[in-house]
Nanobody, 118 residues
Framework: QVQLVESGGGLVQAGGSLRLSCAASRVTFSNRNMGWFRQAPGKEREFVASLRVKGGPYYSDSVQGRFTISRDNAKNTVYLQMNALKPEDTAVYYC????????????WGQGTQVTVSS
């Protein structure tokens, strides 16, 4: 069974940084497009960042310039470096993977909580 496992969440003060990791088993990241999403309490899940197999990263306007998505194919791991965190970044963060020919993310992690205090 495919598993994506996020880690690295926690409590941080505004202005601080966190790095989230997403490790996979039974699915290879190197030939799939990867994404990070988040869901705050009472809100719908929203797109944060994505990284295609070919092509540059994409970011939501709210995190552009503060977050960086990257991958380490050798470790089959995707990262989300989050800097200059704001209280509005508080959410459960999910990583996801999709086939390059599809717009639908097929594989999802269980999420990791990020809480930013003011």
């Amino acid at each position: 069974q495919v598993q994506l496992v996020e880690s690295g969440g926690g409590l941080v003060q505004a202005g601080g940084s966190l790095r989230l990791s997403c490790a996979a088993s039974r699915v290879t990241f190197s030939n799939r497009n990867m994404g990070w999403f988040r869901q705050a309490p009472g809100k719908e899940r929203e797109f944060v960042a994505s990284l295609r197999v070919k092509g540059g990263p994409y970011y939501s306007d709210s995190v552009q310039g503060r977050f960086t998505i990257s991958r380490d194919n050798a470790k089959n791991t995707v990262y989300l470096q989050m800097n200059a965190l704001k209280p509005e970044d508080t959410a459960v963060y999910y990583c996801a993977a999709r086939e390059t020919y599809s717009n639908t993310y097929t594989y999802w992690g269980q999420g990791t909580q990020v809480t930013v205090s003011s």
